[in-house]
């Protein structure tokens, strides 16, 4: 059959052909459609979830992978930071069945706190690392990350980045499942990590990597017969075949698609005839080290362009016009000929990134915003939708470090700023991501701080993923709930609110004050489903009364709020949820509501 997919959709197909028995993740933008497309397949030895984290996601997969069977792990490259410690034991424990760990970068970054580059983190825990280009590609190479997986008893790391993960591609294949036997658990001594066993086995996989090395050497490639040469991978291999269009015959390119552990035959191969080097890579310049080491201990030296000497950008996503001004700029040096033969960047207007129209969490942080008025406060945020609480006219972040860090960074402002009051924004599936851990140390360590968990009832940003607190699993089927309230009256609070953040904000506000009154830790639970969830029943219009102020549109900034080519503000019913904030601070009564089906 052939068909177009996105290169998520690739992976999760040429997983299932490939065999795979467990696939377990947790949704984070770019990686989320693996698992999304996997739980559409079927069969009596294939099982999928959504895990509460991405530690013990890969877990699980290596739990399952000592029993023999194929499993995967997947998540976003800042996933992996809380996945690290049994990655890294797992390097040496080793696996039995194929293991993957499926790690989506995201660099830009467009949807995440900070650009990491997975081919590190192969480097740190002595790992082979795919880094497909393509969609195509990215089916292609799961096979092989599974056989190595089992030939060398190691999980392989899968790296792809968002414009490899997002882009489509027609891809023929025939859908037909490979079925493996699992064999089951075998007791062995060294599934359990002493520290002689483990100084024994980091022995042995150093020695490992020099086959693995000579084993994926096949999937690097050199094209092109120029004297320039091209050392990139990933989905740059492709910015850097458009960017050189027309002017093939100057170039060569070492395609890397195993970015670690690095052959030294085919780079000391490509650069026989180089006069120059340019290393095409995003984010780390990770291959640019492994080649300069390699150069170097072969003693050859020739002129080099990369990161390292300023080219080449440090952050940022690539593309084609990005990489075609970094040869600009490289070629405009006097030691080539070809000169202002490249365009320039072609600018592409941005968007502020800021809550849908209707969205609760407006409502609830407008709420403590308007509870807290003239007070002394830091608002500590964490990762999700919520995240977009720093932006204007909200602006109730102050803080937002990672998963879980808006409890903890909150105990730790309070311990050093005793005479402001600290406030922390969490979601529910972050808060059972990693929130819980920072709540239980609140209360044992009695830190005073008040912890807003805005429970959508759904993982929001990524895609609606099931979590613990919906009680639903992955395919929408009953699993056990686990209650918000239920836990944080287990830790020991005693102080709880649960508020519905569409219903009267005024009310809301009052609550909130009163409860906000005294110093002690307490846990406010903003209840409401996204926006973006269910059927929208009503909608909101403004009537005659308006005096065209603004001021909705400024206090709640809500997009659905829209100016007219004359500057008259409007609803746009399409976009609004009728959610009601806006008409709380309409001081001439004129927002009024619409049903639906009126
Ligand atoms: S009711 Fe007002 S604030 Fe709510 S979604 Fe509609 S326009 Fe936005
Ligand atoms: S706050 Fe009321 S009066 Fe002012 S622009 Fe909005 S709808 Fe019109």
């Given at each position: 059959m052939k068909k177009v997919l996105m290169g998520n959709e690739a992976v999760a197909y040429s997983l299932f052909i490939n065999g795979v028995n467990v696939v377990v993740g947790y949704p984070g933008t770019p990686s989320t459609e693996v698992i999304e497309t996997l739980k559409n397949f079927q069969d009596d030895d294939f099982y999928v979830e959504w895990s509460t984290n991405e530690k013990v996601a890969l877990e699980i997969a290596a739990g399952a992978s000592l029993a023999g069977a194929r499993a995967v792990a997947t998540m976003k490259q800042v996933g992996l930071n809380v996945a690290a410690d049994p990655l890294l034991s797992l390097s040496v424990v080793g696996v039995e069945g194929g293991l993957i760990v499926f790690v989506a970068d995201d660099p830009g970054p467009h949807s995440s706190q900070t650009e990491q580059d997975t081919r590190n983190f192969a480097r740190f825990c002595n790992l082979p690392v795919f880094d497909p280009s393509s969609p195509k590609e990215a089916f292609e190479l799961i096979k092989p990350a599974f056989e190595i997986s089992e030939k060398y008893n190691l999980p392989v790391l899968y790296r792809m980045t968002t414009r490899v993960c997002h882009s489509n591609q027609s891809i023929e294949f025939e859908l037909k499942r490979e079925k493996r036997r699992i064999k089951g658990f075998e007791k062995r001594p060294d599934w359990v990590i002493l520290p002689a066993l483990s100084y024994k086995k980091h022995v042995e996989l150093e020695k490992k990597l020099q086959d693995i090395k000579k084993d994926l050497s096949v999937y690097n490639r050199v094209e092109g017969k120029g004297k320039i040469g091209i050392i990139t991978g990933g989905v740059s291999y492709f910015y850097v075949k458009e960017a050189i269009k027309g002017f093939e015959d100057l170039f060569s390119i070492l395609k890397i698609t195993v970015a670690h552990p690095l052959d030294d035959e085919i780079v000391l191969g490509f650069v026989e005839d180089k006069e120059v080097l340019i290393f095409i890579e995003e984010l780390d310049p990770v291959l640019e080290e492994e080649v300069k080491l390699i150069l170097f201990e072969n003693g050859k030296l020739l002129p080099v362009y990369g990161k390292r000497n300023g080219?080449?950008?440090?952050a940022g996503e690539f593309d084609v016009d990005k990489v075609r001004n970094i040869f600009y700029k490289i070629l405009s040096d006097?030691?080539?000929?070809?000169?202002?033969?490249f365009v320039d960047v072609l600018q592409i207007p941005k968007r502020q990134a800021q809550l849908c129209a209707g969205c609760p969490h407006r409502n609830s942080f407008l709420i403590v915003k308007y509870a807290m008025k003239g007070k002394d406060v830091i608002f500590t945020g964490d990762i999700g939708c919520y995240t977009l609480g720093f932006a204007k006219p909200i602006s109730t972040t102050d803080t937002c470090l990672c998963m879980g860090a808006s409890i903890t960074m909150a105990q730790g402002l309070k311990i050093a700023d005793r005479s402001k009051k600290v406030i922390s924004f969490i979601g529910d599936s972050t808060f059972f991501h990693s929130g819980i851990t920072g709540l239980v140390n609140s209360y044992y360590n009695r830190h005073n701080i008040t912890v807003c968990i805005l429970d959508n009832l759904t993982t929001g940003m990524t895609g609606f993923q099931p979590h613990p607190g919906t009680g639903k699993k992955i395919y929408g089927e009953e699993g056990r709930k686990v209650s918000i309230e239920d836990i944080v009256k287990g830790i020991g609070v005693e102080k709880i609110l649960v508020i519905d953040p569409y219903s009267d904000f005024t009310e809301n506000v009052n609550k909130v004050r009163e409860f906000l009154k005294d110093e002690e830790l307490g846990v406010i639970i903003f209840r409401r489903e996204c926006a973006n969830m269910g059927s929208k029943e009503s909608y909101l219009k403004i009537n005659q009364?308006?005096?065209?102020?603004k001021g909705c549109m400024q206090i709640t900034g809500c997009p659905a709020l829209k100016e007219d080519e004359n500057g008259n503000i409007f609803i746009d019913s399409a976009l609004c949820n009728g959610c009601g904030l806006c008409k709380s601070f309409c001081p001439y009564s004129a927002i009024e509501k619409v049903m639906k089906d009126d």
């Open positions: 080219y080449v950008p440090f006097e030691k080539f000929l070809v000169r202002n033969t009364n308006c005096s065209n102020c």
